[in-house]
Nanobody, 122 residues
Framework: QVQLVESGGGLVQAGGSLRLSCAASGRSVSSYAMGWFRQAPGKEREFVGQITWSGGSTYYADSMKGRFTISRDNAKNAVYLQMNSLKPEDTAVYYC???????????????WGQGTQVTVSS
């Protein structure tokens, strides 16, 4: 089993930045892809981005490209999401995920964190 705990969420003004962290415990996640999804009120959970087990490749949703950056530190069993140029429409609960590549929202093989709230004010 893998437990994931997100941190770093909060309230930020439009144009600002936040860095989310996700710490994994239990079994090692070094062989898993890791990534981030988000869910806004009244909407389905959507893909943000993911990174391969080695950190060598990343993949982002189109609306996040150029603004969001995912990185990981396997020695710390952690993954990070650097978010820049934030917009009010980025407001959502952000969830960390770990599992086989590619991560899919509806996969039963994906481990999920409990989420951290990000609110971007205009």
């Amino acid at each position: 089993q893998v437990q994931l705990v997100e941190s770093g969420g909060g309230l930020v003004q439009a144009g600002g930045s936040l860095r989310l962290s996700c710490a994994a415990s239990g079994r090692s996640v070094s062989s898993y892809a890791m990534g981030w999804f988000r869910q806004a009120p009244g909407k389905e959970r959507e893909f943000v981005g993911q990174i391969t087990w080695s950190g060598g490749s990343t993949y982002y949703a189109d609306s996040m490209k150029g603004r969001f950056t995912i990185s990981r530190d396997n020695a710390k069993n952690a993954v990070y999401l650097q978010m820049n140029s934030l917009k009010p429409e980025d407001t959502a609960v952000y969830y960390c995920a770990a599992g086989p590549w590619p991560l899919k929202r509806d996969s039963r093989s994906v481990y999920w964190g409990q989420g951290t709230q990000v609110t971007v004010s205009s």
